[in-house]
């Protein structure tokens, strides 16, 4: 796990993402992520599959999962 801690109350994880190829894959996945609660920043890069959260708190991975997999792509694992 990746999880740490950048600022007091804020949780920043990576997650490795499968599909992305572009832009707009980018910005499906990160609209996805943007809407579960507590969530204050997401970047998507197509190139590494990587997507970074920046959270109020730990998130739960089913939820994340769930996002992904609303967007469209595949939740690999955590970075």
């Not at 499906?28 to 920043?41: D, F, K, M, N, Y």
């Not at 997401?42 to 739960?60: F, I, Q, R, W, Y």
Request: with cysteine.
């Amino acid at each position: 796990m990746s999880a740490q801690t950048d600022t007091p109350g804020s949780v920043t994880t990576v997650y490795q993402v499968s599909g992305m190829s572009c832009g707009h894959c980018e910005g499906s996945v990160s609209g996805e992520i943007s809407g579960i609660a507590g969530v204050t920043s997401v970047k998507a890069v197509a190139s590494t599959g990587e997507v970074t959260v920046v959270s109020a708190a730990p998130l739960d991975e089913d939820a994340v999962r769930a996002a992904v997999d609303e967007a469209g792509f595949e939740l690999v694992d955590q970075a």
